[in-house]
C-alpha cells in the first residue's frame, strides 16, 4: 500500500465533523475532469509514451511468442492513441500541436521508469497502463456530452493489462526469484505514476487542500493497483 | 546503381545465344515464390523487424509532428504483421512458431542495418520497406489461390514508404548537409537488404546459376529503389 499524501492534521478533527468533512470533500477524479481538449491531448501522448515501453518490451523479448502477444498489445496502444488524436481533430485542434504541452513531463516520467532489463521493462507497462487507464476512465465522467462512454469504451477495457498479466505471470512461473524484485519494482513506480495521474487532472496548483480532495480518488486507483498486484501473485 | 551479382562469364557468349539464354532464364520473382507457409511466416517476421525499426525512430523523433506520422506509419506496419500471422493461423500454423527460424537472420540484418541517427533509422525504414515489399508482392505473384491479390492488397500499396518519404524529404530539406550522407547509407543498405530479399526467394543455396537467374529479378528491384531514391533527390 502507498501512501503518496501524508495523513496529517485529521486525528485533531472530532469524529463527526471529520466523517461531515469527508463527506464533503471527498470528490471523485470525474469532478477534477480538465476540459476536453488538454484530457485528449494528455491521454494522447500517454498512450503514445506508453506505446514507446511496449516497444522496447517487444524488442527486448525473450521468445517469438512473447514478441508476438506484445506486438498485439503495442497495436492496442497504438490504436487508442490514433482514437485519440482523432478526437483532438474532430476539435479543429492539430494533434502534435496539442499534445506538445506534455512532452516533457511524460518523457521524463518513461526516462525515470524506463526498467533495468525485459521483465521490469514488461512490469512498468503493466503499473503504469494499469492506473492510467483507470484514472482516465474516471476523469473522463466530468466531460461533456458522450465523451464519458466513448472514453469508457476505449480506455476502461482489459485489453492492454490482460495480456500483460498473461505474459508476466507465465515469466514469473518460468522464474519465481523474479517476484520480489518485481515487486520491488512496482512499488517503486507506483509514485511516480500517481504524479502523472495527478498531473492529468484538473487542479490549479498543488496545494494541501487540492491533495486532501485528491486523496480519497487516489486510495480507490491504488486499490485497483494492488487488485492487479495480486493477480501475479505480488504484494503491492 | 548496385551490382549485387557479378556479369560474369557473359562476354564468352556470342551475341545471339546471349539474348536467348536471357529470355530463357530470365525469370520473374513470381516464379520463386516458395510455399505460403513460408512466405507468410519470413514476410510477417520481416514486417515486425521493420516495425521495430520504427518505433526506434519515433523514439528518437526530433518534433511530436514527425513522432505523430511515425506512429501512424508504425501501426500500417504492425497491422500487416498481424495480418500475416492471421494468415498463418488460418493455415492452422502457429504464427510464433511459424516465425522462429527466420528471426536469427533478419535480427542480424536489423543490427547491421540499425543506422547512427533519427535520420538514418528513418533512411534503414525507407530502403528496406521499398525494397521488401515490392520484393514480397512480386514473390506472392507465385502462390496459389487468390493470395496474390490479397498480398498485392495488404504489401502493394505505399502506405509505408510515402509518409516516409514525406518525413524525410521534409528532413533533407531542413538540413541539406544531410543529403550526401543519407545517398551513402542508402548504398550502404541495399546489399544488405537485397540478401533478404534474396533469403525470401526459394532458391534452393546461392549457386552461381541461381543468382543468374535471379538478376534480372533484382535489377527491377534496385530500378525501383532507384526511383524512390530520386524521389527524395538522392542518388541511388
Redesign the interface.
Known amino acids: 500500500m502507498v501512501r503518496l499524501f501524508p495523513a496529517r492534521a485529521r486525528k485533531h478533527q472530532p469524529t463527526r465533523s471529520r466523517r461531515k468533512a469527508e463527506t464533503i470533500n471527498r470528490v471523485g477524479l470525474a469532478q477534477l475532469a480538465p476540459e476536453p481538449k488538454r484530457y485528449l491531448a494528455h491521454a494522447s501522448y500517454l498512450q ?1 509514451a506508453l ?2 515501453t511496449l ?1 522496447r518490451a ?2 527486448l523479448s525473450p ?3 512473447t ?2 502477444a506484445l ?2 498489445v ?2 492496442t496502444v ?2 487508442r ?2 482514437a485519440l ?1 482523432e478526437e483532438l481533430e474532430r476539435l479543429g485542434l492539430d ?3 496539442a ?2 504541452p506534455f ?1 516533457p513531463a511524460v518523457d521524463e516520467f518513461n526516462a525515470r521508469t524506463k526498467g533495468a532489463d525485459w521483465a521490469e521493462v514488461l512490469m512498468t507497462a503493466y503499473v503504469v497502463s494499469g492506473i492510467l487507464d483507470d484514472c482516465l476512465v474516471q476523469l473522463a465522467g466530468g466531460l461533456p456530452g458522450d465523451y464519458p462512454q466513448r472514453m469508457t469504451h476505449l480506455l476502461g477495457n482489459d485489453d492492454v493489462t490482460d495480456p500483460l498479466a498473461e505474459v508476466l505471470g507465465a515469466q514469473i512461473d518460468e522464474q519465481p526469484q523474479l517476484a520480489s524484485r518485481l515487486a520491488l519494482w512496482g512499488r517503486r513506480l507506483v509514485g511516480d505514476t500517481l504524479l502523472i495521474a495527478r498531473s492529468a487532472a484538473d487542479l490549479p496548483q498543488g496545494t494541501a487542500t487540492d491533495d486532501e480532495r485528491l486523496e480519497p480518488a487516489f486510495t480507490d486507483l491504488v486499490a485497483e493497483h494492488t487488485r492487479r498486484m495480486d493477480a501475479l501473485g505480488l504484494t503491492a
Open positions: 503514445l506505446f514507446e516497444s517487444m524488442v521468445s517469438m511468442a514478441k508476438s506486438s498485439r503495442a497495436n497504438l490504436d492513441h490514433h488524436t494533434p502534435a500541436e499534445m506538445e512532452a
